[in-house]
């Protein structure tokens, strides 16, 4: 998947669930009886900002220069892919109780 659709898809899924929550706090004040027009109109703003931020953000320069730095690391992955580092590599596992064996006979 393109790193640039999937920054986009995640702020959108903020922002609906950031227009979720102000929608809640609408019906609140509606049911309260404590809704004005300015209330309204600033809850929509609220509402409409972090859509535009995801509308925007792709095209930020920033955006560009995390796809390459996710390109370099997906890269160096796939060169490193035959030279992994085991923790647990077996003649090192019972080399070392041996060696604790050896120690407590007394054979050193």
Do not use: C
């Amino acid at each position: 998947m393109n790193i640039t659709a999937l920054i986009r898809k995640t702020i959108f899924i903020f922002a609906l669930i950031w227009a979720m929550f102000m929608s809640i706090v609408l019906v609140n004040h509606f049911v309260d009886g404590t809704l004005a027009w300015d209330i309204f109109f600033v809850s929509l703003v609220i509402i409409t900002i972090p859509f535009l931020i995801a509308h925007i953000v792709p095209k930020l320069p920033i955006v560009s220069l995390l796809e390459e730095i996710h390109e370099l690391n997906e890269e160096q992955y796939i060169e490193g892919e035959g030279n992994e580092i085991y923790l647990f590599h077996t003649p090192n596992i019972m080399h070392y109780p041996k060696k604790l064996f050896r120690f407590l006979r007394g054979d050193f």
